[in-house]
Antibody, heavy 120, light 109 residues
Framework: EVQLVQSGAEVKKPGESLKISCKGSGYSFTSYWIGWVRQMPGKGLEWMGIIYPGDSDTRYSPSFQGQVTISADKSISTAYLQWSSLKASDTAMYYC?????????????WGQGTMVTVSS | DIQMTQSPSSLSASVGDRVTITCQASQDISNYLNWYQQKPGKAPKLLIYDASNLETGVPSRFSGSGSGTDFTFTISSLQPEDIATYYCQQYDNLLPVYTFGQGTKLEIK
């Protein structure tokens, strides 16, 4: 079964660092781009960035450039999203998603989401 | 940047109704347009890709059409399990950037 499994919910304080993960299985992890999407409480979907695990080519949304870092470890089929200094406004659900082959920018497989809560 | 305008933001319809959601791009995006369904507490699910292609396993009551700047998503006969929020999403391959519409919350009347 093709799937993306994300790490569990996190509760952090402002200023703390965090790295969440997204592990792919059931397909060639290095052959598909993996994107990250933010959903703030009660709000819509926002694309943050995307990485190609095969060579770690990474692109960021202008809105998130410099705010987060996307990386991948192809040896363990895992992509990461990290913050160096969290803010309360980073409280959100974060999804990873696989960019589908043969489509024009569609994300066909999604992780279950990681809820990040930042509160003092 | 390409802006996406999705409407309506919410919609109430009866079981069996035909439901239509529209998405308008601020410039020509050809058919670089996808549609997702998100049920409460769940991850989004790809329903339609490249404006009009039905993702494998998705019921045929869902369809999409359009190209250029104007796109339509249709549920031909609304079912109770279709209650969800629906999003359009465009892909700008030059940057690249993936932009979601604001979403349409669909409720049963």
């Amino acid at each position: 079964e093709v799937q993306l499994v994300q790490s569990g919910a996190e509760v952090k304080k402002p200023g703390e660092s965090l790295k969440i993960s997204c592990k792919g299985s059931g397909y060639s992890f290095t052959s598909y781009w993996i994107g990250w999407v933010r959903q703030m409480p009660g709000k819509g979907l926002e694309w943050m960035g995307i990485i190609y695990p095969g060579d770690s080519d990474t692109r960021y949304s202008p809105s998130f450039q410099g705010q987060v870092t996307i990386s991948a470890d192809k040896s363990i089929s895992t992509a990461y999203l990290q913050w160096s200094s969290l803010k309360a406004s980073d409280t959100a659900m974060y999804y990873c998603a696989r960019l589908a082959a043969g489509t024009k920018g569609g994300f066909d497989i999604w992780g279950q989401g990681t809820m990040v809560t930042v509160s003092s | 940047d390409i802006q996406m305008t999705q409407s309506p933001s919410s919609l109430s319809a009866s079981v069996g109704d035909r439901v239509t959601i529209t998405c308008q791009a601020s410039q020509d995006i050809s058919n670089y347009l996808n549609w997702y369904q998100q049920k409460p507490g769940k991850a989004p699910k790809l329903l339609i890709y490249d404006a009009s292609n039905l993702e494998t396993g998705v019921p045929s009551r869902f369809s999409g059409s359009g190209s250029g700047t104007d796109f339509t998503f249709t549920i031909s006969s609304l079912q109770p399990e279709d209650i969800a929020t629906y999003y359009c999403q465009q892909y700008d391959n030059l940057l690249p950037v993936y932009t979601f519409g604001q979403g349409t919350k669909l409720e049963i009347k």
